[in-house]
Nanobody, 120 residues
């Protein structure tokens, strides 16, 4: 069974920074796409950045220049560095991964979410 475990959320003041981590464990043949989504109260879940196994990340306009996604394939981990945080960044952040446990198979997995609150 594949598990995604996030960490690093918390309360931060506007202008501050946080670094989210997501570690993927279990039987993994290949990891295709990983990314972060967020969901604010009363709003739909939205992609923040996503990154392929060897490609460029795609960032939402609202976070460009402030958020940076990175990936460590050796550790099956993906990170989200968030700088210059704004109150509107407050949301539950979810890690997402498309994983093949066997050749030719692809399944989307989600983490349990980590709360990020930006407030003074």
């Amino acid at each position: 069974q594949v598990q995604l475990v996030e960490s690093g959320g918390g309360l931060v003041q506007p202008g501050g920074s946080l670094r989210l981590s997501c570690v993927v464990s279990g039987s993994i043949f290949q990891m295709y796409v990983t990314g972060w989504y967020r969901q604010a109260p009363g709003k739909q879940r939205e992609p923040v950045p996503a990154i392929t196994s060897g490609g460029r990340p795609n960032y939402a306009d609202s976070v460009k220049g402030r958020f940076t996604i990175s990936r460590d394939n050796a550790k099956n981990a993906v990170y989200l560095q968030m700088n210059s945080l704004k109150p509107e960044d407050t949301a539950v952040y979810f890690c997402n991964a498309v994983i093949a446990q066997t050749p030719g198979s692809r399944t989307t997995y989600w983490g349990q979410g980590t709360q990020v609150t930006v407030s003074s």
